[in-house]
T-cell receptor, first 113, second 109 residues
C-alpha cells in the first residue's frame, strides 16, 4: 500500500476517445504531480499542483488536461491523443513542494491505438 | 539544465554479490534521491541525501558533492532486488526533480 492510488492500471484507447486518469492520496499531502515515463527515457514532469493550485505546466500539449478538485484527488483528462502518448503515467504526492521525498502511485499504462 | 547520467544502464548479478550503481550530475544540487521501480511500474523512494552516507538494511547510498557523484550499493544481493534503480536530483530552490534514465538490475538465483 503506497498511499497513492491510481486508476485504471491499464488503459487502451483510440485516438478519438476521451478518457480520464485518476489519482488519489490518503497521506494528507498538499502537493501532487503528474509524470510521463516513456520507454528508455527519464521521467518527465507534466503538471504540479500545490494546495489545489497549478504551479507547473511543463509545455504539455493541450490534449492533456489536469484537474485537482481537492488536495486528495488529481485527474488527467485525455482527448485526441497520439500514438506517441503511449507511456506509463505516474502520479506522485509530497507534503509540500520542496525537499520532501515524493510518494508515487503504481502508474497507469496507457496504450493509444 | 542539470543532466543526470547513470551507469551502468543494465547490470546482471548473481545472488549474494555486492552491487554498485553510479549517478553523476552536472550542476549544483540541494538533494539527490534514489528510487526503485519494480516491473509493475510503482516507484518507491529509497533515499534522499544531500551529503555523506545513508544506510537502510542492505542498501547504502553515498554522495560526493564536490565530485557531483553518488553511488547506491546493495550488499548480499537477492533476486527480489531486481528492479530499475533511478537517480534524481533537485537543484537550488527549485522543487523540480531531474531524473536519470535508470539502471536495470537483474539478480539471478
Amino acid at each position: 500500500e503506497t498511499g497513492v492510488t491510481q486508476t485504471p492500471r491499464h488503459l487502451v484507447m483510440g485516438m478519438t476517445n476521451k478518457k480520464s486518469l485518476k489519482c488519489e492520496q490518503h497521506l494528507g499531502h498538499n502537493a501532487m504531480y503528474w509524470y510521463k515515463q516513456s520507454a528508455k527515457k527519464p521521467l518527465e514532469l507534466m503538471f504540479v499542483y500545490s494546495l489545489e493550485e497549478r504551479v507547473e505546466n511543463n509545455s504539455v500539449p493541450s490534449r492533456f488536461s489536469p484537474e485537482c478538485p481537492n488536495s486528495s484527488h488529481l485527474f488527467l483528462h485525455l482527448h485526441t491523443l497520439q500514438p506517441e502518448d503511449s507511456a506509463l503515467y505516474l502520479c506522485a504526492s509530497s507534503p509540500f513542494l520542496g525537499n520532501q521525498p515524493q510518494h508515487f502511485g503504481d502508474g497507469t499504462r496507457l496504450s493509444i491505438l | 539544465k542539470n543532466e543526470v547520467e547513470q551507469s551502468p544502464q543494465n547490470l546482471t548479478a548473481q545472488e549474494g554479490e555486492f552491487i554498485t550503481i553510479n549517478c553523476s550530475y552536472s550542476v549544483g544540487i540541494s538533494a539527490l534521491h534514489w528510487l526503485q521501480q519494480h516491473p509493475g511500474g510503482g516507484i518507491v523512494s529509497l533515499f534522499m541525501l544531500s551529503s555523506g552516507k545513508k544506510k537502510h538494511g542492505r542498501l547504502i547510498a553515498t554522495i560526493n558533492i564536490q565530485e557531483k557523484h553518488s553511488s547506491l550499493h546493495i550488499t548480499a544481493s537477492h533476486p527480489r532486488d531486481s528492479a530499475v534503480y533511478i537517480c534524481a536530483v533537485k537543484g537550488g530552490s527549485n522543487y523540480k526533480l531531474t531524473f536519470g534514465k535508470g539502471t536495470l538490475l537483474t539478480v539471478n538465483p
